[in-house]
């Protein structure tokens, strides 16, 4: 029996099986489509306690997320597989009126064909090179108010100059908290308006490169500049780079392109529904919003799925006219 014999066919692959990933399956599950998400089990909230932000499962494990999620498309019909996709290339047929068509191979050897894709690979943290930072990630080393800041209100906060967007990070932050402590990192250099904003807000502002975090019992308790000085600290703020991870999307074309501000590289959709430049082919999530928080993910992959199936509906549309079309011609004859 040849290779071709062995590969499964499905309506839509969705890559990735995240929130964006597994609420877009849901959503094409219900639409009745037959779905395959592969996911590589990679998360990127993988270190936090808990998913936050998100109505009705505020605090909940970001791994129990998961599994809910992917209990509830299997009740759909969805089939999912724990691995990566290396890679994917277009076997429509060419021609104007082709309509997309795909093999996606699995890190297994695995083949799968797929009409559709939806990649939801999210990003990745790329932290400062300051010791400590890494192990504490998502614990007290934290990046978003919104996602973090109830849990460390009234903590004596230090936010750590490693981006552009430190001075807004440290405002959103004293909203939290009254005692907020700047470390310019050699990196940071506040305008005099922006001076002034820290001042009135009493915001503490320290000079001088950062060397590491200073960890005791298990717990961020201070800032170590190079100087040696130790400055006391319950809880850490810093900026990451972010890179959207592209998984098969660079093997069918799509590029990663800077985000307008300046945070990272994304993947540039159209933001009603998240299609790319390559026919068939969407992303939701964060391999496209890279701020966008769970709930914003899951609500941007049940788009893309209703894209999807929309997509779809149109096809088997267009199919069945020129069938009809072609029958009545043969019963005129």
Same mark, same amino acid.
């Given at each position: 029996?040849?290779?071709?014999?062995?590969?499964?066919?499905?309506?839509? =692959?969705?890559?990735?099986?995240?929130?964006?990933?597994?609420?877009?399956?849901?959503?094409?599950?219900?639409?009745?489509?037959?779905?395959?998400?592969?996911?590589?089990?990679?998360?990127?909230?993988?270190?936090?306690?808990?998913?936050?932000?998100?109505?009705?499962?505020?605090?909940?494990?970001?791994?129990?997320?998961?599994?809910?999620?992917?209990?509830?498309?299997?009740?759909?019909?969805?089939?999912?597989?724990? +691995?990566?996709?290396?890679?994917?290339?277009?076997?429509?047929?060419?021609?104007?009126?082709?309509?997309?068509? %795909?093999?996606?191979?699995?890190?297994?050897?695995?083949?799968?064909?797929?009409?559709?894709?939806?990649?939801?690979?999210?990003?990745?943290?790329?932290?400062?090179?300051?010791?400590?930072?890494?192990?504490?990630?998502?614990?007290?080393?934290?990046?978003?108010?919104?996602?973090?800041?109830?849990?460390?209100?009234?903590?004596?906060? +230090?936010? #750590?100059?490693?981006?552009?967007?430190?001075?807004?990070?440290?405002?959103? %932050?004293?909203?939290?908290? @009254?005692?907020?402590?700047? %470390?310019?990192?050699?990196?940071?250099?506040?305008?005099?308006?922006?001076?002034?904003?820290?001042?009135?807000?009493?915001?503490?502002?320290?000079?001088?490169?950062?060397?590491?975090?200073?960890?005791?019992?298990?717990?961020?308790?201070?800032?170590?500049?190079?100087? +040696?000085?130790? #400055?006391?600290?319950?809880?850490?703020?810093?900026?990451?780079?972010?890179?959207?991870? @592209?998984?098969?999307?660079?093997?069918?074309?799509?590029?990663?392109?800077?985000? @307008?501000?300046?945070?990272?590289?994304?993947?540039?959709?159209?933001?009603?529904?998240?299609?790319?430049?390559? @026919?068939? =082919?969407?992303?939701?999530?964060? =391999?496209?919003?890279?701020?966008?928080?769970?709930?914003?993910?899951?609500?941007?992959?049940?788009?893309?799925?209703?894209?999807?199936?929309?997509?779809?509906?149109?096809?088997?549309?267009?199919?069945?006219?020129?069938?009809?079309?072609?029958?009545?011609?043969?019963?005129?004859?």
């Amino acid at each position: 029996m040849s290779k071709e014999h062995h590969i499964k066919g499905y309506d839509v =692959v969705v890559i990735g099986g995240g929130a964006a990933g597994l609420s877009a399956a849901v959503t094409l599950g219900r639409a009745l489509r037959s779905v395959l998400v592969i996911d590589a089990g990679e998360p990127r909230n993988a270190p936090a306690a808990g998913v936050h932000g998100f109505l009705s499962r505020d605090g909940i494990n970001p791994k129990e997320l998961l599994g809910l999620g992917r209990e509830e498309a299997r009740g759909y019909g969805v089939e999912i597989v724990d +691995g990566v996709a290396v890679a994917a290339r277009s076997t429509a047929a060419a021609g104007d009126g082709a309509q997309p068509a %795909f093999e996606v191979e699995l890190g297994n050897g695995r083949t799968v064909t797929a009409r559709r894709l939806l990649v939801t690979t999210g990003l990745t943290d790329v932290l400062p090179d300051i010791e400590g930072i890494g192990e504490r990630w998502g614990r007290d080393v934290l990046h978003c108010p919104y996602c973090h800041g109830w849990e460390v209100r009234n903590k004596a906060i +230090g936010i #750590l100059g490693t981006v552009p967007m430190a001075l807004h990070q440290t405002m959103l %932050f004293r909203q939290w908290s @009254p005692d907020i402590t700047l %470390f310019l990192n050699d990196v940071v250099e506040p305008t005099d308006e922006e001076w002034e904003q820290l001042a009135a807000r009493s915001i503490n502002v320290v000079e001088g490169k950062v060397r590491s975090l200073e960890i005791t019992d298990d717990a961020v308790s201070g800032v170590v500049l190079a100087s +040696g000085k130790v #400055l006391p600290v319950e809880a850490v703020v810093t900026g990451t780079r972010m890179e959207a991870r @592209p998984g098969v999307l660079e093997s069918l074309g799509v590029q990663l392109v800077e985000h @307008p501000m300046g945070v990272g590289r994304h993947v540039e959709v159209n933001p009603l529904g998240g299609a790319t430049s390559v @026919p068939g =082919v969407w992303a939701a999530g964060n =391999v496209a919003d890279l701020m966008g928080q769970v709930m914003a993910s899951a609500a941007s992959g049940v788009m893309a799925g209703a894209a999807i199936n929309a997509h779809l509906v149109a096809e088997e549309t267009r199919l069945a006219v020129e069938a009809a079309r072609k029958n009545s011609g043969r019963r005129s004859a």
